[in-house]
């Protein structure tokens, strides 16, 4: 029906979600039911399609149309460069992502709404057990869109510091409980703590010398991942591939938090000998 509606043969209509023509072949003689990636891939190439028509049969098939039964999304989950985001760079500029930090407070309205995404899609897609980690935006609107969706854990520390630390909840502990078919999980916060990484993106060298990282440490210093040896060459930072650790602080106030790992970072980055 998409195929049809956007006058496609199987090839262009694969191209156009990035997937392999036989992967649409196999799916159009009924030989493979469609992923959940392919579905997703379709979604978000073609968002005035309702999520929950691709994944159920349920509803219409355009979120435009008008629908008598409860359910499906209707409005595009998925940011594919929408003019209105916030913070956009242009082509040729280069995102690095280089810290993380526990979130600011949104209006209730807001965080509802991004709950009821969150719920509804997990829900949707049939993630029935474990950890989800999904990455939303919100536009200058505070319009929220997902980015990617998984079932896994948070990486570059969420999972194992950030998430216990800020909220003393044993996110990993939980996660092995559902694996072993435990009930008893405790989602619980105890508490609301600022948390603040920075990823060690040092200037370039050889190392030569490597500073005693205890002295760094602190009572706010939660931990210093240092990931490289002597002798290693340290890169100019382009993405994570070039990483040279993570440092992690927390604090009652973000901005000093984010404040305090930047200065390690700093000393860090001051006190390692190069050569070149």
Same mark, same amino acid.
């Given at each position: 029906?998409?195929?049809?509606?956007?006058?496609?043969?199987?090839?262009?209509?694969?191209?156009?979600?990035?997937?392999?023509?036989?992967?649409?072949?196999?799916?159009?003689?009924?030989?493979?039911?469609?992923?959940?990636?392919? $579905?997703?891939?379709?979604?978000?190439?073609?968002?005035?399609?309702?999520?929950?028509?691709?994944?159920?049969?349920?509803?219409?098939?355009?979120?435009?149309?008008?629908?008598?039964?409860?359910?499906?999304?209707?409005?595009?989950?998925?940011?594919?460069?929408?003019?209105?985001?916030?913070?956009?760079?242009?082509?040729?500029?280069?995102?690095?992502?280089?810290?993380?930090?526990?979130?600011?407070?949104?209006?209730?309205?807001?965080?509802?709404?991004?709950?009821?995404?969150?719920?509804?899609?997990?829900?949707?897609?049939?993630?029935?057990?474990?950890?989800?980690?999904?990455?939303?935006?919100?536009?200058?609107?505070?319009?929220?869109?997902?980015?990617?969706?998984?079932?896994?854990?948070?990486?570059?520390?969420?999972?194992?510091? $950030?998430?216990?630390?800020?909220?003393?909840?044993?996110?990993?502990?939980?996660?092995?409980?559902?694996?072993?078919?435990?009930?008893?999980?405790?989602?619980?916060?105890?508490?609301?703590?600022?948390?603040?990484? *920075?990823?060690?993106?040092?200037?370039?060298?050889?190392?030569?010398?490597?500073?005693?990282?205890?002295?760094?440490?602190?009572?706010?210093?939660?931990?210093?991942?240092?990931?490289?040896?002597?002798?290693?060459?340290?890169?100019?930072?382009?993405?994570?591939?070039? *990483?040279?650790?993570?440092?992690?602080?927390?604090?009652?106030?973000?901005?000093?938090?984010?404040?305090?790992?930047?200065?390690?970072?700093?000393?860090?980055?001051?006190?390692?000998? *190069?050569?070149?």
């Amino acid at each position: 029906m998409i195929m049809d509606r956007e006058q496609l043969t199987a090839g262009a209509f694969a191209e156009s979600i990035d997937v392999a023509q036989a992967t649409i072949s196999h799916i159009l003689s009924s030989r493979n039911n469609p992923s959940t990636e392919v $579905i997703l891939k379709l979604h978000k190439r073609y968002n005035d399609i309702n999520l929950e028509w691709l994944l159920t049969g349920k509803g219409n098939m355009s979120n435009n149309s008008p629908s008598t039964e409860d359910g499906g999304f209707d409005y595009p989950l998925f940011a594919d460069n929408p003019e209105n985001l916030s913070n956009e760079t242009s082509a040729s500029e280069n995102r690095k992502e280089i810290a993380l930090e526990t979130a600011q407070k949104l209006p209730r309205e807001i965080e509802s709404k991004i709950e009821e995404i969150v719920s509804r899609l997990i829900r949707e897609i049939g993630i029935k057990n474990g950890p989800v980690n999904m990455d939303m935006i919100l536009s200058k609107e505070n319009e929220p869109y997902i980015v990617d969706v998984g079932a896994r854990m948070g990486g570059n520390a969420i999972t194992s510091h $950030i998430v216990p630390h800020s909220k003393g909840i044993d996110h990993v502990g939980n996660i092995i409980k559902l694996a072993m078919g435990e009930k008893d999980i405790d989602l619980e916060p105890k508490f609301d703590r600022c948390i603040a990484t *920075r990823i060690l993106d040092l200037d370039e060298g050889i190392i030569k010398e490597l500073p005693d990282f205890k002295k760094y440490m602190d009572d706010n210093v939660i931990e210093i991942c240092f990931e490289k040896s002597v002798g290693d060459k340290i890169e100019k930072y382009i993405s994570d591939a070039q *990483r040279c650790g993570l440092i992690i602080v927390k604090g009652t106030d973000i901005e000093k938090t984010k404040k305090k790992a930047l200065e390690v970072r700093n000393r860090i980055n001051r006190d390692i000998v *190069r050569e070149w």
